[in-house]
């Protein structure tokens, strides 16, 4: 795993090739796409192929025969999809976590101090120090397109106009260009991309506020190790993929995994002295539950995770303070996750690379002149990544670049 995403990492901070087009620029990405694969031998080519087509567990059964040891492995094939254990392309996406590095450890995880929310106040700050005004609260109504299909501005929710020779859209693909965009100024094929966009899940974010930490029956000591790793309820492969087809037949998983941490253990600024948080991402509930969901047995479902907790960690549900549960429908509703996916569209290998999000604008361009998108959709996203916002940012760079010299082309020459 490492080594291969020691290969195709790389290709994630690239603007796509456009694979078929004939253009020039399109040639030479498309060969430092190849610049980048020549690196994978025969074996190495057959395997990623593999990797990127096949099921997490016809990975894990050519290596492991534990049920214990397999159903937690399959877990990163299968956080935040639509998708089971067994399901065809669950491989490529426990690859895409492998991508990532703290510190130099491939697919290792880390806290920020100060929660999530840490991370946008760094962005914040470093933004301003550059100048940038960052205003909140300034819904965006309409994206404004001038007849002749170039960017005009913004509308915002109040009314106010904000005029703009360039806008990156970060939102869903279904909002920016269902919602925000008037859809008679795009194009037929790229609308039909757009709303073919899948965006399915069954994810249910669990927060508790505890007043002390989990005893674990196993190891009842606190061990930094396990009380800060990543705690994992998921017995076996089968299990997993049973909790999926229940989803799919339209119940909640009546035996639900749960991939927990508690970051407390490092960062006490996020609870009172003695007092902790808890994170549990969990599946499955219907996917029909960001539109329609049962409240009654999504809290039953919620019930059924803390008493997974108290299987393994006796008198667990009475250090349960507070508990927060986020279904499909807040996710859609309140953080505009359409379908409550958290990748903003499945980690499929119809939804990868130059499809993603729609054919030919993979680049992070859009059919609207001067409008780009660099949301969770396009290439590189998929998880806590700036991917992205790098890719995008060298985009329109490069075609600022390329519009100065046009402009420099037009001018009239005086003199010798």
Known sequence: MREVGQVLGPTLREIPARLGSRRPADLARQGMLLWHLRKLDVRETVDVTRLLTGSIADLLDAYFESDAVRGLLSVSGVIGAWAGPRSAGTGYLTLHHHVGDVDGHAGAWGFPRGGMGGVTSALAGAARSFGAEIRTGAAVARIRVSPGGQLAGVTLASGEEVDAATVVATAHPQVTFGILVDPSALPEPFLADIRRWQSRSGTVKINLA??????????????????????????????????????????????????????????DSLAPMGHHVMSLFTQWVPCGYASAPDEAELAAYADRVIGRMETVAPGFTGSVLHRQVIGPQQMHEEYGLIGGNIFHGELTLGQMYHARPAAGYADLRTPIRGLYQAGSATHGGGGVTGIPGRNVVRQIRADHHAARWRRRDRLPRHGP
């Open 210 to 267: 505890l007043d002390r930490l989990p005893v674990f029956a196993t190891h009842p000591g606190f061990d930094p190790q396990v009380h800060g790793g990543t705690i994992v309820l998921a017995e076996s492969l089968d299990d997993i993929e049973n909790a999926f087809q229940e989803a799919v037949s339209g119940r909640p998983s009546a035996k639900p995994f749960a991939d927990i941490c508690i970051p407390s253990v490092f960062d």
